[in-house]
C-alpha cells in the first residue's frame, strides 16, 4: 500500500471574509514524527489541523500522496470537544468500522476488544451523550483508533482531564505512535516534551518555528518561542 | 349538555357493542390515514434529512416553498385532486375518484410538506451536532442521511405523528375525493360531518369521542415504543 504522508502544505491559507486567519503555511508532514502543534489561545492551531485534515476549504494546495477521498480513510481526528453519536459507547466506537463495511458481528467484537483497551469495558452500554468529559475523550480517541489509522489528528485530547487522566491519554497516544502519525495540538508543554518529537510553534496564525523537539525545547530559536516556552505572554 | 351526554352514551353504546358501521368506519380512516402517513414519510423524511446535508442553489427555496405548502388548504388539494382524477382529468383512466386510494393520494399531498418540514428542523440540528465527525470519518451522502434517520429517530417520530394529527382530523379533501360513500369512503370526519348535518349530535358526538380516542392512542403507543427502545436498546 502507497504511504498516505508525506502531507504537503504549500500556501495553505484559511480565509475568512477576507481576513486570514490562518496561513499562508508551507509544511512537509513526513511519517513516523509525533508533532506537537503549540502557540497560544487563538494562534491557529485548531485551524491548521482542521486544514490538514481537510475539514476546512482553504486556499493553496495541501496535497496527499493518494486521492482525497481515499486519504479520508487512512486518517482520524479527535476534536478539542469530543462529538459523539446519539447512541451507545459500543455503537460510538463500532461506528468507523459500520461505515467502512465491516460486519456487524465483528465491529462488535472489535468494538468489545477496543473498549477493554481503553478502559471503557463497564462503559459499553451507556449512552454516549450521558459521559463525564474525561470518559467522553477517552471514547472518542479509542473510536478514531479503532480503524488504525495512518494519520491521526489529535486537537488538545487533555485539556478537559485531570493529572491521572492525562497520563491514562498519553500512554494510548505513545502505544498508537508506534504505528500512526501523530499531529497533537497541545497548550501543555509538559505534554509536548513528553511526546513530541517535532514542533511546530504557531503565532497569529504563521509557524513561526518548527523543529525537531529536544532542539526546540532546549535551544529555541525565536525570542518569541522562548518568552512562550518561559510561561510569558508572546505579542 | 344533554347532547353532550347523550354523545357519551352513544359512544359507549357503539363501542361496547362493536357497532358493525362504526367499526368499519373506523378501519377505514386508520387504514386511509396510516397509508398517507407512511407514503408520507417515506417521501418526508428522507426529503428532511436530504435538505440537511445538501448545500445546493435553490435549497432555501425549497425550505420556504415547503413550509408554504403546510398552509395549503386541504379543500384546495381536494379540488385539485379531484380535478386530477376525474374523468377529463389527466389521470381520470385511472379510475381513482371516490376510492380510498383518492383519500390516500390527497392526504400525501396535505401531510408530506408538514413531516419533511418538521423532519428537516430537527435534522437540521443533528447535522450542525455531526458535521464535523461524519465528515471526518468520511461518511458518504447515504451513509450520513441513514445516520441523521437513525439517530434523529425520536424527532422524527414526532414529524410523522404531527401528519397523524393532521390527517386523521382532516375532513375537506376526503370530503371532495372520496364522496363519503357509505360503505366504500366513509370515515370518522366525513361521517362526523353529515350526522351533524342531519341533527343527529349524539351519533356525531359519539363518533368524535372515537377519533379523539384513537388518536390519543396512537402516539400514546407510539410514545410508549420509543420510551421501551431507550430503555433497551443503549
Ligand atoms: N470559521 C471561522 N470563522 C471565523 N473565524 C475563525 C474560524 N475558525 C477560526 N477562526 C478564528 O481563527 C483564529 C484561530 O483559531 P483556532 O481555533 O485555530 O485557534 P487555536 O490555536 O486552536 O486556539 P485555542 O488554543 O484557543 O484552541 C481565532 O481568532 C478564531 O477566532
Ligand atoms: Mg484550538
Known amino acids: ?235 | 349538555m344533554d347532547d353532550l351526554l347523550a354523545g357519551f352514551a352513544a359512544a359507549f353504546r357503539l363501542i361496547v357493542t362493536l357497532d358493525a358501521e362504526l367499526i368499519e368506519i373506523t378501519l377505514l380512516s386508520l387504514r386511509v390515514t396510516l397509508t398517507a402517513v407512511a407514503i408520507a414519510c417515506l417521501i418526508g423524511l428522507p426529503l428532511g434529512a436530504w435538505l440537511a446535508v445538501r448545500r445546493f442553489r435553490f435549497r432555501r427555496t425549497v425550505i420556504a416553498t415547503l413550509n408554504a405548502l403546510i398552509g395549503l388548504p386541504p379543500v384546495v388539494v381536494g379540488l385539485v385532486v379531484y380535478l386530477m382524477l376525474s374523468r377529463s382529468g389527466p389521470f381520470g383512466v385511472l379510475d381513482l375518484l371516490f376510492t380510498p386510494t383518492a383519500m390516500i393520494v390527497a392526504q400525501v399531498v396535505i401531510v408530506t410538506p408538514l413531516v419533511a418540514s418538521i423532519a428537516h428542523q430537527a435534522m437540521r440540528e443533528l447535522w450542525a451536532e455531526y458535521h464535523d465527525l461524519l465528515i471526518s470519518m468520511g461518511a458518504s451522502r447515504w451513509q450520513r442521511m441513514a445516520t441523521l434517520i437513525l439517530d434523529g429517530r425520536r424527532a422524527l417520530l414526532t414529524a410523522a405523528l404531527a401528519g397523524f394529527g393532521r390527517a386523521i382530523g382532516e375532513v375537506g379533501a376526503i370530503m371532495i375525493v372520496g364522496g363519503n360513500i357509505d360503505g366504500a369512503t366513509r370515515v370518522l370526519t366525513t361521517a362526523i360531518a353529515l350526522e351533524t348535518g342531519r341533527g343527529d349530535f349524539a351519533l356525531a358526538l359519539g363518533l368524535g369521542i372515537v377519533l379523539i380516542a384513537l388518536a390519543l392512542i396512537v402516539s400514546g403507543a407510539s410514545h410508549w415504543a420509543m420510551r421501551t427502545e431507550r430503555h433497551g436498546r443503549w
Not at chain 1, 2 to 23: D, H, K, N
Not at chain 1, 92 to 111: F, K, M, Q, S
Not at chain 1, 148 to 163: K, N, T
Open chain 1, 1 to 235: 500500500m502507497v504511504s498516505l504522508l508525506p502531507l504537503r502544505l504549500e500556501g495553505a491559507a484559511l480565509v475568512r471574509r477576507g481576513r486570514t486567519l490562518v496561513g499562508p503555511i508551507d509544511l512537509d508532514l513526513p511519517a513516523g514524527d509525533v508533532t506537537a502543534v503549540i502557540g497560544p489561545n487563538g494562534s491557529g492551531k485548531t485551524s491548521l489541523l482542521r486544514m490538514m485534515h481537510g475539514l476546512q476549504p482553504a486556499r493553496g494546495r495541501i496535497r496527499w500522496s493518494v486521492p482525497e477521498a481515499e486519504a479520508r480513510q487512512r486518517q482520524a481526528f479527535v476534536f478539542q470537544r469530543p462529538i459523539v453519536l446519539r447512541r451507545s459507547v459500543a455503537a460510538n466506537l463500532a461506528y468507523p468500522l459500520r461505515l467502512r463495511g465491516v460486519p456487524r458481528e465483528e465491529a462488535r467484537a472489535r468494538a468489545d476488544e477496543q473498549a477493554r483497551r481503553f478502559d471503557l469495558t463497564t462503559l459499553l452500554t451507556q449512552p454516549a451523550p450521558s459521559l463525564s468529559g474525561g470518559e467522553l475523550q477517552r471514547l472518542a480517541l479509542a473510536r478514531a483508533l479503532i480503524t488504525e489509522p495512518e494519520l491521526l489528528f489529535a486537537d488538545e485530547p487533555c485539556a478537559a482531564l485531570d493529572g491521572r487522566a492525562t497520563r491514562a491519554v498519553e500512554t494510548h497516544l505513545a502505544r498508537a505512535a508506534s504505528r500512526t502519525t501523530l499531529v497533537l495540538a497541545t497548550h501543555d508543554m509538559g505534554q509536548a516534551r513528553r511526546i513530541a518529537t517535532r514542533v511546530i510553534f504557531l503565532l497569529h496564525g504563521r509557524v513561526h518555528e518548527t523543529g525537531p523537539a529536544d532542539a526546540f525545547f532546549s535551544d529555541p530559536q525565536t525570542e518569541a518561542a522562548r518568552a512562550f516556552l518561559r510561561g510569558d505572554i508572546v505579542e
